[in-house]
T-cell receptor, first 114, second 113 residues
């Protein structure tokens, strides 16, 4: 079974803090994704990566950056957390043919910014 | 870019009834349409998908239909059960958008016993 894990299930941070969300997958998937899930807004893509050291902006990249130094790990970084970044963050991975293949999701990190 | 709209946002049915969720997409180049189910407190999981060269696909109690001309696709669940209660997301894939999916806003389905 594909396993996608995220470093924290719940996280509470203060405004202005730098926040790191980590995602690891164990199935040698080329593609990795970070989504933000808010009620009524569905899953919105923040960034994705189709190879090590490669990254592409999604629909809502402002205020976020990413890092992919190793194939299995994709990090989401909030340089200076703000209250409007309070949300559920979901990581996903898929094989190289991308959208034509199933995306496997992690359990999510619920981030609260105070 | 692609835009996917999903309706309704909430749907309540009695156990045993059918449920239908509809999605429309904007990019005629989209060619793959998966559906994900997210139970409360759990991660989204793929339940069924359809490609643009197929009009309908069934898997036991669930089916998906695709109308390429009208640019819409639908999820049909028959003989609903309480365990079908979840949030359902449709999505569309367009090769020109890279390896990404564009998701709809989600539908909260509640099946009442």
């Amino acid at each position: 079974d594909v396993k996608v894990t995220q470093s924290s299930r719940y996280l509470v941070k203060r405004t202005g803090e730098k926040v790191f969300l980590e995602c690891v997958q164990d199935m040698d998937h080329e593609n990795m994704f970070w989504y933000r899930q808010d009620p009524g807004l569905g899953l919105r893509l923040i960034y994705f990566s189709y190879d090590v050291k490669m990254k592409e902006k999604g629909d809502i990249p402002e205020g976020y950056s990413v890092s992919r130094e190793k194939k299995e790990r994709f990090s989401l970084i909030l340089e200076s957390a703000s209250t409007n970044q309070t949300s559920m963050y979901l990581c996903a991975s898929s094989l190289a043919t991308g959208g034509l293949n199933e995306q496997f999701f992690g359990p999510g990190t619920r981030l609260t910014v105070l | 870019g692609e835009n996917v709209e999903q309706h309704p946002s909430t749907l309540s049915v009695q156990e045993g009834d059918s449920a239908v969720i509809k999605c429309t997409y904007s990019d005629s180049a989209s060619n793959y349409f998966p559906w994900y189910k997210q139970e409360l407190g759990k991660r989204p999981q793929l339940i069924i998908d359809i490609r643009s060269n197929v009009g309908e696909k069934k898997d036991q109690r669930i089916a998906v239909t695709l109308n390429k001309t009208a640019k819409h696709f639908s999820l049909h669940i028959t003989e609903t059960q309480p365990e079908d209660s979840a949030v359902y997301f449709c999505a569309a894939y367009t090769r020109e958008m890279g390896s990404r999916l564009t998701f709809g806003e989600g539908t909260q389905l509640t099946v009442n016993p």
